[in-house]
T-cell receptor, first 114, second 112 residues
Framework: AQSVTQPDIHITVSEGASLELRCNYS??????LFWYVQSPGQGLQLLLK??????LVQGIKGFEAEFKRSQSSFNLRKPSVHWSDAAEYFC????????????FGGGTRVLVKP | DGGITQSPKYLFRKEGQNVTLSCEQN?????MYWYRQDPGQGLRLIYY???????QKGDIAEGYSVSREKKESFPLTVTSAQKNPTAFYLC???????????FGDGTRLSIL
């Protein structure tokens, strides 16, 4: 069965420092991948997506992610974190022709220190 | 502006009662989804619908029911058979396969 793992439940980072959130997946087929961000009590907002092609994808709010097939990973990065980046981040994976069903990781909560 | 509207934002259920959560979208998306989110956990799929008058069970469908009579609407009923309904419920829609899902702002359901 497919699965998505976000190994870090919480990450605390200082404002201005870099951030990297890990995502590992287990899928039999070639997946497509997303990163979403959720503020408390809100829905999820799409940060970026990967379907095919260039393995380094750029998203909104200065985020980027790199797809590494050999490592089954899709890690999210930001060079310099702002206080407004404090939120919960979810990695999601889907397989084409599967009804667009997504499997979500458990999320990583990011805290930003001044 | 196009988007997904979930209502109400907060909902309380008494024991033995069914409650219905509303989800409406004006994005003209074919597919719609319901997820349940528990504290510290990711999203789990309850039901999804790829086309009007058709829907499929997700991973945790027991105790829930849905209908899809109109393209823009996908209400979720939490029945009395759902013994642990307290959670944050998210509705999403998508234009099709391998496309991002767009989310509403959620409904928080609590037990009285």
């Amino acid at each position: 069965a497919q699965s998505v793992t976000q190994p870090d439940i919480h990450i605390t980072v200082s404002e201005g420092a870099s951030l990297e959130l890990r995502c590992n997946y287990s899928y039999g087929a070639t997946p497509y991948l997303f990163w979403y961000v959720q503020s408390p009590g809100q829905g999820l907002q799409l940060l970026l997506k990967y379907f095919s092609g260039d393995t380094l994808v750029q998203g909104i709010k200065g985020f980027e992610a790199e797809f590494k097939r050999s490592q089954s990973s899709f890690n999210l990065r930001k060079p310099s974190v702002h206080w407004s980046d404090a939120a919960e981040y979810f990695c999601a994976v889907g397989v084409q022709a599967a009804g667009n069903k997504l499997t979500f990781g458990g999320g990583t909560r990011v805290l930003v220190k001044p | 502006d196009g988007g997904i509207t979930q209502s109400p934002k907060y909902l309380f259920r008494k024991e033995g009662q069914n409650v219905t959560l509303s989800c409406e979208q004006n994005l003209n998306h074919d597919a719609m989804y319901w997820y349940r989110q528990d504290p510290g956990q990711g999203l789990r799929l309850i039901y999804y619908s790829q086309i009007v008058n058709d829907f499929q069970k997700g991973d945790i469908a027991e105790g829930y029911s849905v209908s899809r009579e109109k393209k823009e609407s996908f209400p979720l009923t939490v029945t009395s058979a759902q013994k642990n309904p307290t959670a944050f419920y998210l509705c999403a829609s998508s234009i099709g396969d391998a496309q991002p899902q767009h989310f509403g702002d959620g409904t928080r359901l609590s037990i009285l």
